[in-house]
């Protein structure tokens, strides 16, 4: 199942799904504040209003609107497949 899917279906994506997802709608050219209306409309039924706040301004600092505005770049192929690095103890 795909991540649009799984967001449409649970209303819910992990923070590795949700950064991904925001990131392939950036590249693909949406705009910021097209991308925060799309996951407040799924994120709604299920998180507190303070947590859709930190949700949204995740998305902004993506985009380089906030933060140290540095704009983050979409994965490309070989890094979604390989998934993140697993953590050192």
């Known amino acids: 199942m ?3 899917q799984k967001l449409k279906q649970y209303n819910h994506l992990k923070h590795e799904g949700r950064r991904q997802l925001w990131l392939f709608l950036k590249g693909c050219g949406m705009d910021a504040h097209d991308n925060q209306e799309y996951f407040r409309k799924h994120f709604m039924a299920k998180v507190s209003n303070s947590e859709l706040k930190s949700h ?3 998305i902004q ?3 380089g609107l906030v933060g140290k505005r540095q704009a983050e770049r979409p994965k490309n192929c070989r890094n979604i497949i390989t998934g993140p690095a697993p953590k050192k103890d």
Do not use: F, M, Q, S
């Open 2 to 4: 795909n991540l649009n």
């Open 61 to 63: 600092h993506a985009y």
């Open 56 to 58: 949204l301004y995740n």
